[in-house]
């Protein structure tokens, strides 16, 4: 039994989320049906992470076992010539009979991107959220580097989260700009990124909606370590839109690659 490891990216505005559900459009059910049609088997992928209906990926990671013996760098283009459009196999390789995409994972990046523009660009509008008003970004990156750390994040999570703990550590939080033609204060593109060892049901969206209220001025960057303490979803920013977020990347420790595409 082979264990193939995949990179996989893709534009979630057409599915139901990644995980398979019963009757619906999903990225692991068009995976799995392109496995299927390349080996016979009926498999069932390992993802690094769960993605909402909506939601994009860059650098999403799966795994999976298999008897077939399509040699490791023929899988990318067969898969790819089997998959929609709008999923993309990026590369492949023959892991160790112990990697699995979620529980052999270090960190995870997600980026959440904003247009504060007066008009929305119809071209990007399916990843990014239009905001018409400008933003203080200072404020929103001083406000950022407030979560990097060790936390108890029940503040940024969905009450339905069934996790056993809500304690997370963020390793690294910053913001990316692309000013406007003109160059005006708190216009432009918006990318927030954060970098963590895991995280929680609604995370990075709190997050993000909490972030855009400091850019508005109805949260200051000092409120931040109260919004910690207070270990209450109510206190923290609104649930902010699923298509602006992306799962950027995964990393592993290195190890678990016996042969790299």
């Known amino acids: 039994m082979r264990n193939i490891g995949m990179v996989v990216s893709y534009d979630g505005t057409a599915y139901c989320g990644f995980q398979v559900q019963p009757g619906l459009n999903t990225v692991q059910g068009q995976l799995e049906k392109a496995i299927e049609k390349l080996t016979k088997e009926q498999v069932s992928i390992l993802a690094s992470g769960r993605t909402d209906a909506g939601v994009h990926a860059y650098g999403q990671v799966f795994n999976f076992q298999t008897t077939s013996s399509i040699p490791v760098e023929r899988w990318m283009v067969a898969m790819n010539t089997r998959l929609p459009d709008d999923i993309v196999i990026r590369s492949a390789w023959e892991a160790s009979a112990s990697y699995h995409a979620r529980y052999s994972a270090k960190r995870k990046t997600y980026r959440y991107t904003i247009l504060a523009e007066r008009t929305p660009d119809v071209f990007q509008r399916n990843f990014e959220f239009y905001h018409p008003r400008p933003l203080d970004i200072d404020a929103m990156r001083e406000a950022f580097n407030h979560l990097v750390g060790e936390h108890d994040f029940t503040s940024f999570t969905s009450p339905k989260s069934t996790k056993p703990s809500n304690v997370r550590t963020i390793y690294r939080a910053w913001i990316e ?85």
């Open 177 to 261: 700009h692309e000013p406007n033609a003109d160059g005006e204060p708190g216009r432009g593109r918006i990318h927030l990124f954060v970098t963590g060892n895991g995280f929680l049901y609604n995370m990075v969206r709190i997050i993000a909606g909490t972030l855009i209220w400091v850019g508005e001025g109805k949260f200051s960057p000092a409120d931040i370590p109260s919004i910690l303490d207070a270990r209450n979803r109510q206190a923290a920013g609104p649930l902010a839109v699923p298509h602006a977020l992306t799962l950027w990347s995964v990393e592993y420790g290195g190890e678990d690659c016996l042969e790299s595409e």
